[in-house]
């Protein structure tokens, strides 16, 4: 059976982070469904489709990894998709109670589907969206954090947005 790993998030823009654990996780699984999800807890830079159409560039050179979207239950999006496994990365010991509750509960809602962690890079430990958007809102320059396509779409909307 094939093993089909989701990993889920707002992608805000995508970042290096993030970018470095969808490599590490390509490899660990067959096929990768990066899974964008509109999350109405936070005010987001780029609509959805927007955010697939960057991750679906940087990752256009690893044949094993799809890009796409959902709303509800990340669980639901999981079964539908065949998945066994979600993928998240984390940062630091404070990502830690959240993604604990976030899996405990995914599992009891799904038994069928684990949570497997990766360590984040220590190079992106410090890494949000969030700082990315910050940096650029202010015009410092992010192409340390985030891939080139992804720095010039985000200077761009701040540009459009603040015009
Ligand atoms: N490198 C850099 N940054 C990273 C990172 C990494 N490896 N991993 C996470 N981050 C950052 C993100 O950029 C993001 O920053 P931001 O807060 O500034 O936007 C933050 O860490 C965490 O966000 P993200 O990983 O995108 O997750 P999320 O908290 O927005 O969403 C879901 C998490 C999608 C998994 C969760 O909300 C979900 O499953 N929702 C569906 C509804 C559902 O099923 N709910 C029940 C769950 S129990």
């Not at 799904?110 to 958007?133: H, K, M, Q, W």
Request: proline share 3%; hydrophobic share 45%.
């Amino acid at each position: 059976m094939s093993r089909i790993a989701i990993y889920p998030g707002s992608f805000d823009p995508v970042t290096f982070g993030h970018l470095d654990i969808m490599q590490r996780a390509s490899q660990t699984v067959d096929e990768l469904v990066v899974a964008v999800l509109e999350n109405h807890a936070k005010i987001a830079l780029f609509s959805v489709e927007e955010r697939v159409k960057m991750l679906k560039i940087i990752t256009k050179d690893y044949p094993n990894v799809r890009v796409e979207s959902f709303h509800g239950l990340l669980v639901d999006f999981a079964r539908e998709q065949g998945a066994g496994f979600i993928i998240r990365g984390l940062r630091a010991i404070t990502d830690f109670d959240y993604e604990l509750q976030m899996a405990q509960t995914n599992r009891i809602m799904a038994p069928g589907v684990d949570t497997i962690f990766f360590a984040t890079n220590l190079e992106y430990a410090y890494l949000s969206s969030t700082t990315v958007r910050e940096v650029a809102s202010y015009g410092g320059d992010i192409t340390k954090f985030v891939p080139e396509s992804v720095a010039r779409a985000v200077e761009e909307k701040i540009r459009d947005r603040y015009s």
